[in-house]
């Protein structure tokens, strides 16, 4: 007995090894729009944070919410990307991040970027964006973050896009 359920335990360890790997067929870009789903929560490095996905005035929204000084946290999603130009968009708000603090906010991007060009403090849905490009195809991780000590940063799922440009 005691047999199997070490087969058991390790069999449901490599399914979810298998699932956690990212694509490895590069992306089918019809209309050079792709609509992103399946997003996954990661805490920042710093101060402690949670994601929820939600839904408000029929928008579903991907929510992460600051529990501290320098908290930061982002949803992820891993994508396998041909060489080229692209663009990830979407709307993005910000509630209850305090005025004047300096790189706090919402913005998107790709993992590894530390720019936080086009970060955003508003608290209305507002468009942001992140261009970027491809040498070589590979594996890219799409990044939606807000950063803060308190309040929360709001992506609007239907929304989010990537363009090849």
Known sequence: MRGLKSRIAQRVNQVAAQLARPETTPIPFSA???QLRDWRFR?????????RSTSENGREILEVRANG????????????????SYELAGLAK?????????RTGVLVRISGERSIEG??????????RYEFATEAAGSFELICEYRGPEGAGSFDLSSL???RR
Do not use: M, Y
Request: charged residues 10%.
């Open 94 to 102: 910000v509630s209850g991040l305090p005025a004047g603090i300096p």
């Open 69 to 84: 000084a320098g908290a930061s946290g982002s949803w992820g999603k891993t994508v396998t990307l041909t060489p080229g």
């Open 32 to 34: 050079s729009t792709l």
């Open 119 to 128: 970060i955003s403090t508003a608290t209305k849905w507002t468009p942001v």
């Open 161 to 163: 896009k990537l363009q």
């Open 43 to 51: 805490n920042g490095t710093q101060g402690d944070s949670s994601g």
